[in-house]
């Protein structure tokens, strides 16, 4: 889509799009780029995210979300960097984030910490997943008091926390209780996400703009789904039996 959109505006000499969203571990001033087209102004668009010269912070404006910026040139440029979310039991439960940088001008890849957000007292996260605004998602298996015998005999024992940029606390989305919540992911689309539901051998669909329940649960054939990931536009399930 974002080549199409360069093509479009070549006439006015836009040869690039970058788009620019909040960074959910960093602070009222921070963005992250969320689409870059071409990919080989990568590097250039991650040091125009980290710049400080749009004035005011983004979230006190009255900016879109979307920032277009021409980029004429930058030297070694590349694409090698991403995002990687943690779930850590190691000392702290809590979700970290790292920036994975791996081009051809960084040598060997590295990873650099970005931040974390503890999870509430008591809770133990499973699966991470983010949205493109910025939104985290992260499932717990067993509440306290919960047991892996409770979702195995299809009780309700887990549920989806959520953290959205320029929040300061986690919050349990309502409705998202179920037996075991597992492996999760989000829809490109930005408004549906997948639970898997391990007591039930299924996968629960939630929309975000319908909160309060799945909108649709999906058995998996024969077996117990464990992970879920989407690949080449379709979602593949991992388990066993």
Not at 85 to 110: C, I, T, Y
Not at 117 to 139: E, I, K, Y
Not at 202 to 221: K, L, N, S
Request: with cysteine; aromatic share 8%; hydrophobic share 45%.
């Amino acid at each position: 889509m974002l080549s199409d959109w360069v093509c479009a505006l070549r006439e006015y000499s836009v040869e690039a799009v970058v788009v620019l969203g909040p960074d959910p571990f960093g602070t009222v001033e921070d963005r992250q780029v969320l689409a870059v087209h071409p990919p080989v102004i990568a590097d250039a668009a991650n040091a125009l995210a980290e710049s400080r010269d749009f004035g005011a912070p983004w979230r006190e404006s009255d900016a879109p979300l979307v920032a277009w910026q021409h980029i004429a040139k930058s030297d070694h440029l590349s694409a090698g960097r991403w995002r990687l979310l943690v779930v850590n039991h190691g000392g702290r439960e809590s979700v970290e984030a790292f920036d994975v940088l791996a081009g051809r001008d960084e040598g060997e890849p590295r990873l650099v910490w970005r931040g974390c957000r503890p999870l509430p007292a008591g809770q133990v996260g499973n699966a991470v997943a983010s949205f493109a605004d910025g939104t985290l998602l992260v499932t717990v298996l067993t509440r306290p008091g919960t047991t892996i015998a409770d979702f195995m005999r299809g009780r309700v024992t887990g549920a989806v926390w959520e953290w959205r940029p320029g929040a300061d606390r986690w919050r349990e989305l309502p409705g998202t209780r179920l037996p075991g919540n597992n492996g999760l992911e989000t829809d490109p689309d930005g408004r549906r996400f997948y639970v898997i539901a391990f007591g039930w051998h299924a996968v629960a669909v939630f929309d975000r703009t319908r909160p309060g329940g799945p909108i649709a649960r999906i058995e998996a054939p024969d077996f117990m789904p464990d992970n879920i990931h989407w690949s080449h536009g379709r979602l593949l399930l991992a388990g066993m039996r």
